[in-house]
């Protein structure tokens, strides 16, 4: 049990890396038009990392051709990790 809180921690921030590269995956595929995002795995990726670039693109207008959404939810994803990080416990020796 004492083993408990590293163990989540850990698969937290590991979660946040695998989102990370969900995240990348969305915004380089969004540049290839003929992809067909209905499609698995596609559509986990776009179904898994719209909502919050859609809530980023709510609060964060696009600057004429640019989308700044995706800088957002970045941000926002390395805080949360760096939380997680921050609450990880020191190994005793």
């Not at 921690?9 to 969004?30: A, E, K, T």
């Not at 939810?73 to 939380?83: E, N, R």
């Amino acid at each position: 049990m004492d083993n408990l809180l590293p163990n989540v921690l850990n698969l937290l921030i590991r979660l946040c890396d695998f989102y990370w590269l969900l995240l990348m995956v969305s915004i380089f595929g969004s540049w290839f038009p003929q992809l067909d995002w209905y499609r698995q795995p596609l559509r986990f990726v776009r179904d898994v990392t719209n909502p919050p670039l859609n809530y980023a693109r709510s609060i964060i207008p696009p600057l004429g051709m640019f989308d700044l959404s995706p800088i957002a939810v970045f941000f926002a994803l390395q805080v949360f990790k760096a939380i997680l990080q921050a609450l990880m416990p020191m190994p005793r020796f």
